[in-house]
């Protein structure tokens, strides 16, 4: 099996790169024609530039051999296949937009790098991609899978490349204020504790709101929480009495109305109202809990700092982009992508 490593950046390199799209023709020069005379579709209009439907495809290599791979040769003839192919088209368009949007204004901003330096950078980032791959055979078979040569993801490169330093410009006063340290501090009390607070739940999972009342008036009668998760849970930890295992407050694995309410409770305590979530409705138990002091402020104000101004350059970021983009009068035609 490949490692995780080759698998996330095989996902990457059929994600950006860029290649000329070769589609199979098949039958008489009028077929071809036709072909040619539909990449020529304008599918939208930014500023003064124009983008085609075959300069969309021709990022979408990867997609179409994916595709055909699932669906066949004649994947044109299947309604999944083209609504597939329209929704992946109109991401890759999206994109094309937002790249001319950003140059246009990085330009007006006199922060756009010459060719020269993009190609650098842009040569600078392909190398470092491919030495996370163990050997060069591994790096060719990426771009293989994905479709494309080595050039053309060089050239899929160099708008991230251009945006990037855009987005330095924009970003480059934004700062974070220890108010906002402290207010974060105090709102994430669980981020911070010398060791993960954690609690070992137990639940009983059923389809309805009576049921679970129903057990919950069976536990106030006495009755073993286990066995009763035993005979009504409908979920696979019922063979284990409905224990969950330990979970820490900051897991984003669990559904956060069931998390919380979990870690309300008191060890030996459970629920006495059903907790509703999208699974069903859950009547829990607190087998057990860890919880730890918090650190002080002035242990952890550095890493607070850093995720809030990443925070705050990102909402900038999108705030200029999103006015840029309305003041652009971008036109898109979405139904010439079908």
């Not at 290649?19 to 930014?46: P, R, Y």
């Not at 994916?66 to 999944?80: F, L, T």
């Amino acid at each position: 099996m490949e490692d995780n490593k080759l698998i996330k950046l095989k996902k990457i390199l059929a994600g950006l790169m860029a290649s000329t799209l070769m589609l199979s023709a098949v039958g008489c020069g009028m077929i071809e024609k036709t072909e040619a005379g539909i990449n020529k579709t304008v599918v939208a209009k930014v500023y003064k530039e124009k983008i085609t439907l075959g300069e969309v495809d021709s990022r979408l290599n990867a997609v179409y051999e994916q595709v055909k791979a699932q669906y066949g040769e004649n994947y044109k003839e299947n309604s999944e296949a083209m609504e597939y192919i329209k929704n992946q088209r109109l991401s890759i368009l999206d994109t094309m937009v937002n790249d001319i949007v950003i140059k246009n204004n990085g330009e007006k901003l006199g922060v756009v790098p010459s060719d020269e330096e993009v190609q650098t950078k842009a040569k600078e980032k392909l190398d470092e991609i491919k030495k996370s791959f163990k050997t060069d055979e591994e790096y060719q078979s990426a771009l293989k899978t994905a479709g494309v040569t080595e050039e053309s993801f060089l050239e899929e490169l160099k708008p991230a490349v251009i945006s990037n330093a855009v987005y330095e410009e924009v970003v480059k006063d934004v700062t974070v204020t220890d108010d906002e340290i402290k207010a974060y501090y105090d709102s994430n009390p669980n981020s911070y504790t010398e060791s993960p607070n954690k609690v070992k739940p137990a639940h009983i999972l059923v389809k309805t709101e009576e049921e679970a009342k129903d057990i919950i008036a069976r536990l106030d009668k006495g009755e073993d929480f286990a066995k009763l998760a035993t005979e009504k849970g409908t979920d696979a930890t019922k063979e284990k009495g409905g224990d969950l295992g330990w979970i820490e407050y900051t897991s984003n694995q669990y559904d956060k109305t069931f998390l919380m309410a979990a870690i309300s409770l008191k060890k030996g305590e459970y629920t006495k109202t059903p907790i509703s979530t999208q699974f069903g409705f859950h009547v829990i138990k607190c087998l057990d809990k860890e919880e730890y002091p918090i650190r002080p402020l002035k242990d952890v104000k550095g890493a607070i700092k850093d995720v809030l101004l990443e925070q705050n350059k990102y909402n900038v970021w999108v705030e200029k982009v999103t006015a840029w983009q309305e003041e652009a009068k971008i036109k898109l035609y979405e139904d010439k992508l079908s």
